[in-house]
């Protein structure tokens, strides 16, 4: 099995929640641009429901005012999110927006653009709501079948294997992930393979997403290490392909405890 190594800088069940066609037009017969709007308050009980509705919202506004601060006349967004996981008071969620903007141009002449979010992670506790920028990589790991030839058109799956990594500490990070193939009944008493090793460095509150590592069917094990002066902190977690329905299918997340992982729910975008 080819293994490849690489160094990147950066940057449950699924509740979901939307918000549709939300369209601000400007004051006074489309003269100025529209106006910017109060972000969501967040919710006082924290759960799979309130977080995924506020994310939604948290969203939508968010677009919608980056918009009308560059003098908009018209935005439409909507907005959609996904509850992931929650440990304690840390409650994650991704959240996609996606719409149409209007600006004027002095002649009276309107152009019109396409807005497209990519999907992007959300820490929301009780103190703070955290959106994460992401960094998105794919790593070609020439992966092979049990033979040594090339995996059959049967055995491959998509979407393939996709790992997020999320740094929600005020400091700089750096992950060091191992992917093995678990063995299978008839190759009982064989070494794992081991599909990839890859280094990560994260900056502060953000995420990385590491995709398409393999897309061979099979049981994958997936684990994250992370040293911080001289104590080491790991998070492993298995997987089965084919899986979630999204890009990354599973989250590796450092916070202030350490390293845990999770299986990310299936995720339908805008």
């Given at each position: 099995?080819?293994?490849?190594?690489?160094?990147?800088?950066?940057?449950?069940?699924?509740?979901?929640?939307?918000?549709?066609?939300?369209?601000?037009?400007?004051?006074?017969?489309?003269?100025?641009?529209?106006?910017?709007r109060?972000?969501?308050?967040?919710?006082?009980?924290?759960?799979?429901?309130?977080?995924?509705?506020?994310?939604?919202?948290?969203?939508?506004?968010?677009?919608?005012?980056?918009?009308?601060?560059?003098?908009?006349?018209?935005?439409?967004?909507?907005?959609?999110?996904?509850f992931?996981?929650?440990?304690?008071?840390?409650?994650?969620?991704?959240?996609?927006?996606?719409g149409?903007?209007?600006?004027?141009?002095?002649?009276?002449?309107r152009?019109?653009?396409?807005?497209?979010?990519?999907?992007?992670p959300?820490?929301?506790?009780?103190?703070r709501?955290?959106?994460?920028?992401?960094?998105?990589?794919?790593?070609?790991?020439?992966?092979?079948?049990?033979?040594?030839?090339?995996?059959?058109?049967?055995?491959?799956?998509?979407?393939?294997?996709?790992?997020?990594?999320?740094?929600?500490?005020?400091?700089?990070?750096?992950?060091?992930v191992?992917?093995?193939?678990?063995?299978?009944?008839?190759?009982?008493?064989?070494?794992?393979?081991?599909?990839?090793?890859?280094?990560?460095?994260?900056?502060?509150?953000?995420?990385?997403?590491?995709?398409?590592?393999?897309?061979?069917?099979?049981?994958?094990?997936?684990?994250?290490?992370?040293?911080?002066?001289?104590?080491?902190?790991?998070g492993?977690?298995?997987?089965?392909?084919?899986?979630?329905?999204?890009?990354?299918?599973?989250?590796?997340?450092?916070?202030?405890?350490?390293?845990?992982?999770?299986?990310?729910?299936?995720?339908?975008?805008?």
């Open positions: 099995m080819d293994r490849r190594a690489f160094l990147l800088g950066v940057g449950a069940t699924g509740v979901c929640a939307g918000l549709a066609g939300c369209t601000d037009l400007a004051d006074g017969g489309g003269e100025g641009g529209v106006t910017e109060d972000l969501p308050e967040r919710p006082d009980d924290l759960g799979p429901e309130s977080v995924a509705e506020y994310v939604a919202a948290y969203e939508e506004i968010r677009a919608h005012n980056r918009h009308a601060a560059e003098g908009a006349v018209e935005v439409t967004i909507d907005a959609v999110a996904t992931d996981h929650a440990s304690g008071d840390d409650h994650y969620a991704t959240a996609q927006h996606a149409s903007v209007y600006h004027e141009n002095d002649d009276g002449a152009s019109v653009g396409e807005l497209y979010g990519d999907p992007v959300y820490l929301v506790t009780p103190e709501t955290l959106r994460l920028g992401v960094e998105r990589r794919a790593i070609e790991t020439d992966d092979r079948g049990d033979d040594g030839d090339t995996a059959s058109d049967d055995e491959r799956t998509s979407p393939p294997l996709g790992v997020r990594l999320l740094n929600v500490t005020e400091e700089a990070r750096e992950l060091a191992t992917v093995t193939r678990r063995a299978t009944a008839d190759r009982d008493g064989e070494a794992e393979d081991r599909v990839a090793d890859f280094d990560v460095a994260i900056d502060p509150e953000t995420a990385v997403e590491v995709r398409s590592i393999t897309d061979v069917r099979g049981g994958y094990r997936i684990i994250g290490r992370m040293e911080d002066n001289g104590i080491t902190g790991e492993r977690i298995e997987v089965e392909l084919p899986s979630a329905d999204r890009g990354p299918n599973v989250d590796i997340a450092v916070d202030r405890n350490g390293v845990s992982t999770w299986h990310l729910p299936s995720f339908e975008g805008v």
